[in-house]
């Protein structure tokens, strides 16, 4: 028997989030192209921080769809303050920057 795989909280946008990360994908082989052709330092880092605001799009869709739908399930289970943790826990990381 096979397990059926579990429902995450981004399993509504999962193609959402895929497409805007094969499209950051594209945007760091953009910048190593850059980097390759000695653009221009500001360009290169203009470059990353629209890849920085891409990525924190993806995150804040992953950290919705975890509220939305596996806080839900863990507050059902009687789980809801180790999931409160665990996900500021998450915001924490996100948050840590330079």
């Known amino acids: 028997m096979t397990t059926p795989t579990p429902i995450r909280g981004y399993t509504a946008s999962k193609d ?4 805007r990360l094969r499209r ?10 850059m980097v390759d052709e000695d653009r221009y330092c500001i360009d290169v880092l203009t470059q990353i921080s629209a890849i920085q605001a891409a990525l ?3 995150a804040l869709g992953l950290l919705d769809g975890h509220a939305r739908h596996c806080m839900h399930t863990g507050a ?3 789980r809801a303050d180790e999931m409160a943790t665990e996900m500021m826990a998450a915001v924490g990381r996100l948050m840590k920057r330079g």
């Open 56 to 58: 924190d799009k993806v």
């Open 24 to 33: 950051v994908e594209g945007q760091v082989r953009g910048v190593e192209k």
């Open 16 to 19: 959402q989030l895929l497409a």
């Open 76 to 78: 059902a289970e009687g």
